[in-house]
Nanobody, 124 residues
Framework: QVQLVESGGGLVQAGDSLRLSCAAS????????MGWFRQAPGKEREFVAA????????YYADSVKGRFTISRDNAKNTVLLQMNSLKPEDTAVYYCAASGALPRPSVQSEYDYWGQGTQVTVSS
């Protein structure tokens, strides 16, 4: 069992930066693919970014490529999402997810564990 707890959300202005953090429990964190997803009001939850267990392979949604950076610290059981040049359309609840297999990174159903989410609001 893996428990995920996100933090770092908040209210910022367009162009600002935020760093989200996801702390994971368990001794097998380093073997999990970790992903970030988001859900805006009235919309489906969507893929944002994912990182493979050793961190060498990373995936981004086109909408965040060049602005967001995902990273992980396996020694601290933590995955980070650095978000720069934020836009109002980035407003959403951001979720951290973990998969013990090698999921298709953007496919939500292939992730086993989810956090409770953290709200990010970007004002124009």
């Amino acid at each position: 069992q893996v428990q995920l707890v996100e933090s770092g959300g908040g209210l910022v202005q367009a162009g600002d930066s935020l760093r989200l953090s996801c702390a994971a429990s368990g001794r097998t964190f380093s073997s999990y693919t970790m992903g970030w997803f988001r859900q805006a009001p009235g919309k489906e939850r969507e893929f944002v970014a994912a990182i493979r267990p050793r961190g060498g392979i990373i995936y981004y949604a086109d909408s965040v490529k060049g602005r967001f950076t995902i990273s992980r610290d396996n020694a601290k059981n933590t995955v980070l999402l650095q978000m720069n040049s934020l836009k109002p359309e980035d407003t959403a609840v951001y979720y951290c997810a973990a998969s013990g297999a090698l999921p298709r990174p953007s496919v939500q159903s292939e992730y086993d564990y989810w956090g409770q989410g953290t709200q990010v609001t970007v004002s124009s």
